[in-house]
């Protein structure tokens, strides 16, 4: 039979349905019945050709969800829990790193590792379904699937998407200790995750910057404590705030998940001296931004750290504490709007001009 995908022929051309044939399983591959996948930030960059290496035509969409149709000597997920056909699951969109280059094994950096392939980014549609936004999805030998549990609603993972992972991720690399000040710039899904995964990581206090109101709210309800609007209260202000709510300080964690790089400037004033500034929301190229070596970060004597995607352990805790704390992250409110696969082209406008908060593509719509 053949299967509908949504495929980005080259960047600025319109999204196209294309039928492309089932795929025959390799042993060790698993063919997944496409729930829902993600609509985020990084796939408007796609369509704009914002990322290097990118193999037009392409089936996006990274993140995703399904049900197992049909596995080939495949009997466990990635961490050891027994799987069957119809089993729910989601799977880590990274995969073939080597495990024998330089950053694979010395710097244990495989995000970094040069055979490193992802779904829905850097795979030709000419390859097969190897992206979310299509009604089947095949996964390769060796791509980590993660069994999620048949009581959870899938929107609690997939109105997250990738920035659920990523913002788990965030807060990981910038070693919050329980008590600390935590400002977030950015409310979209990256930055909503960061605060609510800070808010259980026993931050004292989570002060989230964004835009528009709707996404402002939606992070109260991820438990942020207070939310500054871009749109309303001037630069001036917001670092009047975050130093009257330190003591004139300044915060222990900035967390950068806007993908704006005006945002990088304004942290420094926003973060106390030796405080740890996370750089999340830059996976594309969107622009420099001029520092101050000397005032920004050596007087200040702070950590600087990047944070480039996710690895495989993000979505697995993350998920193993979305699943204990699943009324705390509400993420299934997340999402704005579900979207057939025939309009992907209104979703990725609706995301590039901010219409929704998470977009989803819905084969089933
Ligand atoms: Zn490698
Ligand atoms: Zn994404």
Same mark, same amino acid.
């Given at each position: 039979?053949?299967?509908?995908?949504?495929?980005?022929?080259?960047?600025?051309?319109?999204?196209?349905?294309?039928?492309?044939?089932?795929?025959?399983?390799?042993?060790?591959?698993?063919?997944?019945?496409?729930?829902?996948?993600?609509?985020?930030?990084?796939?408007?960059?796609?369509?704009?050709?914002?990322?290097?290496?990118?193999?037009?035509?392409?089936?996006?969409?990274?993140?995703? $969800?399904?049900?197992?149709?049909?596995?080939?000597?495949?009997?466990?997920? @990635?961490?050891?829990?027994?799987?069957?056909?119809?089993?729910?699951?989601?799977?880590?969109?990274?995969?073939? $790193?080597?495990?024998?280059?330089?950053?694979?094994?010395? @710097?244990?950096?495989?995000?970094?590792?040069?055979?490193?392939?992802?779904?829905?980014?850097?795979?030709?549609?000419?390859?097969?379904?190897?992206?979310?936004?299509?009604?089947?999805?095949?996964?390769?030998?060796?791509?980590?699937?993660?069994?999620?549990?048949?009581?959870?609603?899938?929107?609690?993972?997939?109105?997250?998407?990738?920035?659920?992972?990523?913002?788990?991720? !965030?807060?990981?690399?910038?070693?919050? @200790?329980?008590?600390?000040?935590?400002?977030?710039?950015?409310?979209?899904?990256?930055?909503?995750? %960061?605060?609510?995964?800070?808010?259980?990581?026993?931050?004292?206090?989570?002060?989230?910057?964004?835009?528009?109101?709707?996404?402002?709210?939606?992070?109260?309800?991820?438990?942020?404590?207070?939310?500054?609007?871009?749109?309303?209260?001037?630069?001036? !202000?917001?670092?009047?705030? $975050?130093?009257?709510?330190?003591?004139?300080?300044?915060?222990?964690?900035?967390?950068?998940?806007?993908?704006?790089?005006? !945002?990088?400037?304004?942290?420094?004033?926003?973060?106390?001296?030796?405080?740890?500034?996370?750089?999340?929301?830059?996976?594309?190229?969107?622009?420099?931004?001029?520092?101050?070596?000397?005032?920004?970060?050596?007087?200040?004597?702070?950590?600087?750290?990047?944070?480039?995607?996710?690895?495989?352990?993000?979505?697995?805790?993350?998920?193993?504490?979305?699943?204990?704390?699943?009324?705390?992250?509400?993420?299934?409110?997340?999402?704005?709007?579900?979207?057939?696969?025939?309009?992907?082209?209104?979703?990725?406008?609706?995301? %590039?001009?901010?219409?929704?908060?998470? !977009?989803?593509?819905?084969?089933?719509?």
């Amino acid at each position: 039979m053949s299967v509908r995908a949504a495929v980005m022929t080259a960047p600025e051309k319109p999204v196209e349905l294309w039928d492309i044939d089932d795929p025959v399983l390799e042993p060790g591959s698993v063919l997944l019945e496409t729930l829902a996948s993600e609509v985020c930030g990084t796939d408007v960059h796609l369509h704009k050709g914002r990322l290097a290496g990118v193999p037009y035509p392409i089936i996006p969409g990274h993140v995703s $969800v399904g049900r197992i149709i049909e596995m080939r000597g495949v009997d466990t997920d @990635a961490t050891g829990a027994a799987l069957q056909s119809g089993d729910l699951v989601t799977f880590y969109d990274v995969h073939e $790193v080597c495990n024998a280059c330089y950053h694979c094994t010395v @710097a244990q950096q495989p995000n970094r590792c040069r055979s490193r392939r992802v779904y829905g980014i850097t795979y030709s549609a000419h390859d097969g379904l190897l992206g979310g936004w299509a009604e089947r999805i095949y996964l390769k030998p060796g791509v980590r699937t993660v069994r999620l549990p048949e009581w959870l609603d899938p929107d609690y993972l997939i109105g997250g998407g990738c920035g659920l992972f990523t913002g788990f991720g !965030a807060i990981e690399r910038s070693d919050l @200790a329980m008590g600390d000040t935590v400002v977030v710039q950015g409310s979209g899904p990256v930055g909503i995750s %960061a605060a609510g995964f800070a808010v259980l990581r026993g931050a004292g206090r989570v002060i989230v910057i964004g835009a528009p109101d709707a996404r402002l709210s939606l992070v109260q309800e991820f438990g942020a404590d207070d939310v500054l609007s871009l749109e309303n209260e001037s630069i001036e !202000a917001r670092k009047a705030f $975050v130093l009257d709510a330190t003591d004139g300080r300044g915060a222990d964690v900035v967390i950068e998940a806007c993908g704006n790089p005006s !945002a990088i400037s304004e942290a420094f004033g926003l973060l106390r001296d030796g405080g740890t500034y996370v750089i999340a929301g830059h996976y594309t190229d969107t622009g420099t931004v001029e520092i101050n070596p000397h005032l920004d970060i050596n007087q200040k004597h702070i950590d600087v750290r990047g944070q480039w995607g996710t690895e495989f352990r993000h979505v697995v805790r993350s998920l193993n504490v979305l699943t204990k704390h699943h009324e705390r992250l509400p993420f299934h409110r997340v999402i704005g709007k579900r979207y057939g696969l025939a309009d992907t082209n209104a979703a990725l406008a609706d995301v %590039a001009a901010l219409r929704v908060s998470k !977009a989803i593509v819905d084969p089933s719509c």
